[in-house]
C-alpha cells in the first residue's frame, strides 16, 4: 500500500495529535511506537515535530515515544555497513523518523539495519545494548531483533504500536515475528540438522528461506479479530494494535495454518525442523 493522500484544506495540530492518540487508546505512561506518512495527514502546522509533540503529550511525562530510524537499505551503490554511525547516519524512512532522530532529546539504538530511536521516560532503557545479548537467527543479521533488543522490550512492554497513513506493509515488528518462528522451529529441530537449516537461512547477501507472509491480509485479520483500533489524525487513518496481540495473535494464526501463509520453500523448512521428511 502506498501512504494515503493527504488533504492539504485538512490542518491538524498537537493537540489533535495527542487527541487521537489517547481515542486509540493510549494512556499517560504508555510506550507507544509509531510508523507514518506526514503528507497523508494534510496541512500538519509545525511539521514533524508537530506529530511527535503530539504523542509525546499523549503519554505525558511518565511515558516514551520511539519510531523506526532504519539506516540500511538497498542503495546504487550499496551502503557499508562499516559507515553506519549511531549518532549521524540518517533514517530513511520519512521525515518524521529524521526528525525524530535529530531532536536531542532523542536516544538511537545502535544496530545498522534495525534502529530505533526514542524520547522520554525509559527511552535509555528501550534503545540500549541493541544485540548485545540472545542473538536469533535472522536474515538482518543475528543482532537486529535479539532478545537484548528495543524490538523485545517492545514485545514485552506491551507497547502501543501504531501506525499513520500506512498500514502494516511497514510493519517492522513484522521481522521480530519471523524471526521469533525460526527461534522457536531451531530449538525444536533435531540436532542433525540444525546447522543445515541454519545455513539455509535468507541473509542480506545470500538466497535462502525466510518466513514472509502477507502483512496487509494479517492486518486485516487481526482487525476482524477486534484487535486493531482505528482513528483519524486529519485525513491519516491512525491504526494501533498492542504489541502483545500482534506478535502472540499473528505467530498463532501462522503456526495454526502455514500453508495458507508461507512460500513452498519455508513450508518444506520447517518440515525439516519437525522431523519430518519433505512433503509429509
Known amino acids: 500500500m502506498e501512504p494515503e493522500k493527504g488533504d492539504p484544506k485538512i490542518k491538524v495540530r498537537r493537540a489533535d495529535v495527542a487527541q487521537a492518540a489517547r481515542d486509540v487508546g493510549i494512556v499517560p505512561g504508555d510506550t507507544v511506537m509509531f510508523h507514518s506518512s506526514l503528507?497523508?495527514?494534510?496541512?500538519?502546522?509545525?511539521?514533524?515535530?508537530?506529530?511527535?509533540?503530539?504523542?509525546?503529550?499523549?503519554?505525558?511525562?511518565e511515558g516514551t515515544v520511539a519510531v523506526p530510524t532504519l539506516w540500511w537499505h538497498q542503495t546504487d551503490p550499496p551502503l557499508r555497513m562499516a559507515d553506519w554511525d549511531p549518532d549521524t547516519s540518517p533514517s530513511y524512512p520519512g521525515l518524521i523518523t529524521e526528525t525524530f532522530r535529530r531532536r536531542p532529546d532523542s536516544v538511537r539504538s545502535n544496530n545498522p539495519t534495525h534502529s530505533i530511536s526514542a524520547i522520554g521516560a525509559r527511552a535509555v532503557e528501550l534503545t540500549r545494548d541493541h544485540g548485545k545479548a540472545g542473538l536469533r537467527v535472522?536474515?538482518?543479521?543475528?543482532?537486529?531483533?535479539?532478545?537484548?533488543s528495543p524490538w523485545e522490550r517492545l514485545y514485552r512492554w506491551n507497547a502501543a504500536y501504531c501506525f499513520i497513513g500506512v498500514d502494516f506493509t511497514v510493519n517492522t515488528m513484522s521481522h521480530y515475528i519471523e524471526t521469533r518462528i525460526v527461534e522457536a522451529a531451531l530449538?525444536?529441530?533435531?540436532?542433525?540438522?540444525?546447522?543445515?537449516?541454519?545455513?539455509?537461512?535468507?541473509?542480506?547477501?545470500?538466497?535462502?528461506?525466510?518466513?514472509w507472509y502477507d502483512r496487509p491480509a494479517m492486518c486485516d485479520l487481526l482487525a476482524e479479530r477486534g484487535l486493531v483500533r482505528f482513528?483519524?489524525?486529519?485525513?491519516?487513518?491512525?491504526r494501533?494494535?498492542?504489541a502483545r496481540d500482534m506478535v502472540d495473535k499473528t505467530?498463532?494464526?501462522?503456526?495454526?495454518?502455514?500453508?495458507?501463509?508461507?512460500?513452498?520453500?519455508?513450508?518444506?523448512?520447517?518440515?525439516?525442523?519437525?522431523?519430518?521428511e519433505a512433503g509429509e
Open 39 to 61: 503528507s497523508s495527514m494534510g496541512t500538519v502546522v509545525g511539521g514533524a515535530n508537530t506529530v511527535i509533540d503530539g504523542f509525546l503529550e499523549a503519554v505525558g511525562p
Open 138 to 148: 535472522c536474515i538482518f543479521g543475528d543482532r537486529a531483533f535479539a532478545r537484548e
Open 251 to 276: 505467530r498463532a494464526i501462522l503456526r495454526a495454518r502455514p500453508e495458507q501463509w508461507f512460500r513452498p520453500d519455508m513450508l518444506a523448512w520447517l518440515a525439516v525442523a519437525q522431523g519430518k
Open 187 to 211: 530449538r525444536k529441530a533435531p540436532r542433525t540438522v540444525r546447522d543445515d537449516l541454519i545455513a539455509q537461512i535468507q541473509r542480506m547477501d545470500k538466497a535462502g528461506v525466510w518466513p
Open 240 to 242: 494501533c494494535i498492542r
Open 231 to 238: 482513528g483519524k489524525i486529519g485525513s491519516a487513518t491512525l
